[in-house]
C-alpha cells in the first residue's frame, strides 16, 4: 500500500516538475519578445529626443558660432547651417528605426534609382544661414550631393566643406524634386551637440561641445542654453586654440559620440578653477555678441542648487561654487551692458 502511495506521489511530482517548466519557458519566451519590441521603442524614443534637443541646441549655437567667427579665424572649413541625419550616425542594427523615424514618406522607386538603402534627412536650417537663405527646410530629403548619390553623405559633405566654393543638393520636399545651390561661409564650425545623460553638465574637447540632456531639460530659457554653450565654446576657443572641426561631423541623432581627447596636448588643457573663470567671462562674452541678453541666466545655478545643494558653496570639481559663478555673472554682464550704452 504505502509502495503504491510512494510511485503515485512521485509521478504527481514528476509531472508538476514538467507542467511548471513548460508554462516558465513559454512565459519566458514572451516576455523575451516583448523585451525586444520594447528595446525598438525605448531606442525611437531615445533618437527622437536626440533629435529633438540637437534642432533646439542648434538654433542656439548658430548666431553664437556665426557672429563670432572672428575667433575662428584659423578654420578653413565653409559652413552652410543645417543640421542632418544619416543612417550611418547610428549603429546598424539602428537602421529600421532610421527608416521607421526618417524615411517612411519616400516613394520606393527613389531607393531604386539612386542605388541606396536610405537617404539623409535636414533636422534643422539656422536662421539666417546659407541653407536658410536657399530654401532648404525642415524635413527635406537629401537625393544628391554635389551630384552624386548620398552614400557615404558625411564623406562626401566634409569634402565640400573643405575643397568646394558650393554645396549642391537635389532633394525631395513632399513629390517634389527641388535643387538647390548654396555658397558657403566662413563660421567657427565647432560641433555643439547633444550627450544622452542624466546628470547636468556640459563638456569641450576641442572639436565638440557636449550639452547633455539633462542640462537641456533643466534649462528653461534660450539664455540658460546660451551661456552654456558659450562657456563651452570658450574653452575651445580660449584654451584648445587648434582648430579641425567641421560641420560635417555635427552629429545630431548619435547618441554613442562623446568628448574625446583629439589630442595629445588636450590633456593639458583640462579644467582648472582659473580657466573656468576664463570661459564663463568669454562664454558671456560669445553669447551676448550674438544677442542673447542672458538675464536671467542665474536661474539655471539657482536650480541646480536645488538638486545639488553641496554645489552652492563648494563645487565638487574644480570650479568655486554656483553662488560665485551667478555673481561673476552678473559682474560681467553689468560691464558688458554699461559698455554697449557708452
Ligand atoms: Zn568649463
Redesign the pocket.
Known amino acids: 500500500m504505502h509502495y503504491k502511495i510512494y510511485i503515485f506521489t512521485f509521478l504527481t511530482f514528476i509531472l508538476l516538475v514538467s507542467c511548471s517548466t513548460t508554462v516558465n519557458k513559454s512565459y519566458e519566451k514572451e516576455i523575451s519578445i516583448a523585451e525586444k519590441k520594447e528595446i525598438l521603442v525605448q531606442k525611437k524614443i531615445l533618437i527622437n529626443e536626440m533629435a529633438k534637443a540637437s534642432v533646439r541646441i542648434h538654433e542656439i549655437s548658430w548666431p553664437i558660432l556665426l557672429s563670432n567667427r572672428e575667433k575662428c579665424k584659423n578654420n578653413k572649413k565653409k559652413s552652410y547651417g543645417s543640421l542632418f541625419a544619416d543612417v550611418n550616425d547610428l549603429p546598424k542594427e539602428d537602421k529600421k528605426i532610421f527608416l521607421t523615424l526618417f524615411n517612411s514618406n519616400i516613394d520606393p522607386r527613389y531607393f531604386y534609382k539612386y542605388q541606396v538603402d536610405s537617404f539623409p534627412i535636414i533636422l534643422s536650417v539656422a536662421k539666417d544661414s546659407p541653407a536658410h537663405h536657399a530654401g532648404l527646410l525642415k524635413n527635406d530629403i537629401i537625393l544628391e550631393i554635389n551630384e552624386t548619390n548620398t552614400q557615404k553623405f558625411r564623406k562626401k559633405l566634409l569634402f565640400v566643406l573643405e575643397s568646394e566654393k558650393n554645396l549642391k543638393f537635389k532633394i525631395l520636399r513632399g513629390k517634389k524634386e527641388i535643387k538647390v545651390n548654396m555658397t558657403g561661409i566662413k563660421s567657427c564650425s565647432y560641433n555643439v551637440q547633444v550627450l544622452p545623460s542624466g546628470s547636468p553638465n556640459?563638456?569641450?574637447d576641442g572639436e565638440k561641445v557636449f550639452i547633455t540632456m539633462a542640462a537641456i531639460k533643466l534649462a528653461q530659457t534660450k539664455d540658460e542654453l546660451a551661456f552654456l554653450i558659450g562657456?563651452?565654446l570658450?574653452?575651445n576657443i580660449l584654451h584648445y586654440k587648434n582648430f579641425d572641426a567641421s560641420e560635417a561631423n555635427l552629429l545630431a541623432i548619435d547618441y554613442l559620440d562623446k568628448p574625446k581627447i583629439r589630442q595629445i596636448k588636450s590633456i593639458i588643457v583640462w579644467?582648472n578653477e582659473k580657466?573656468?573663470i576664463e570661459?564663463?567671462i568669454e562664454g558671456i562674452h560669445l553669447a551676448f555678441k550674438a544677442g542673447f541678453s542672458l538675464e536671467n541666466v542665474n536661474d539655471y545655478w539657482r536650480r541646480l542648487s536645488v538638486f545639488n545643494p553641496e554645489l552652492i558653496k563648494k563645487s565638487v570639481n574644480v570650479?568655486k561654487s554656483n553662488a560665485y559663478r551667478a555673481a561673476l555673472i552678473n559682474k560681467t554682464l553689468k560691464k558688458l551692458k554699461d559698455k554697449a550704452n557708452e
Open positions: 556640459a563638456f569641450a562657456h563651452e570658450a574653452h579644467s580657466r573656468e570661459a564663463d570650479y
